[in-house]
DNA sequence: CATTCTAGTTTGAACGTTCATTCTATGCTA
DNA sequence: TAGCATAGAATGAACGTTCAAACTAGAATG
């Protein structure tokens, strides 16, 4: 797992595998209720009923609600870090984009995940504590893409200075970040079409030269 | 303004200039309170004292909390709606869209906007009467867009089916609402930078003859 | 093997606060 | 004075959190 900064502060500091697990089972269902009612529409006894625990028990493992967020945040954006990393350590660099444009097209475009995006997003423009998270998984994903996209380039005998190749990562992250609003305002919206529709941007804009190069008026 | 269909059953229905400034304040107020708290951590008490009324006054201009809720969403979204009207109807569109695509990238690069959209759209994800009123918009930006694009291809000697004109609709309001995202998530982001990109990526698919005839490995 | 001990686990009731909403009384204006 | 505008207290439910007691299972003891 890739670890953040941040102090849990657990009361149980000892990590015993069955503290493991209930803490896992604590977030699962927080998950589930924050999903469907949001961070602040969702309570300690609905999170409880769901983890199949009484209330004041999920007070041994977590400090408050406000803990319960952040470790849900932090396990969300932590995944999409994995994925950064995992990115620029493939051998086949090109092709592993194009294959992980699809999965993330389909993942972002999960309602299911959305919904939890969506509420983290909304959080983070509220709570520092949150906001920090966030633009800290957020630069290291950037750095990690800039990284990738470099390497990419290069090995198409193509250069690229680092405006243009930063230029290239936040067009890739809008868009693909664009999907989770998307997901939510036209949940009818065919998933085949997007994925066609991003695998040609992408190869469209890492075969070419360099993107300052062009038409204007 | 667009008039959507929705039914605001205010308890008081006669439209005294007074009482419509009346819900204007309040509805000012609670914009407020749910930028920097949700929908669920803004309290009446709370949206009554930055309105400068007493809690109980505004239920004689709302019914309940989520009739707040469903005005805020509203005019949000009545927003968006008139742009992409004026959008259509402008006499040089290629220019009109340029104009507004520097106009839409500010917009939703500026976080206080962004709070409110990511607000909406993870309550739409939750709330099935927040919800329809966010697919309907979507489906009248939409199809306002593809008239647009149709219209701006025609007028370029560009043929282009439904299809390719819906995936251009599709990924364009893709980039534009990921930028929402990208400004809670990245704030120090330089918008000029993202301007520049949006405006070559625009030309690019308009001046483009159609989408699908482009290299492939 | 049966027992007590112990330390961690789990419960459910209780607390004080805050919430959305209602109600009644008062002020204001025409 | 009639009727709408407004205030602010009252209400009951729900909230996050705390706490003392009950339970559990394995170690220690006899």
Redesign the pocket.
Known sequence: MVKAPTAQAAP?P?E?P??EL?RMQILDAAADCFRTHGF?G?????ISRTA?????????YF????AIIAAIVERDLDHLHQLSEELRSAPDMLSAMLHQADNGVSDQLDPHCAALKLEILAEASRNPAVAATVHQTDRACLASLDATLRALKRSLGQEADDAEIRALSELLATMFEGLTVRAIRNPSLNKALVSGIFRKVILELIARQAPSAHRQP
Do not use: L, P, T
């Open positions: 149980a000892q015993s069955r503290s209930r602040h969702a309570s300690i006894a609905q199949g625990m009484s209330a004041g028990h999920i007070y041994h400090e408050n609600k406000e």
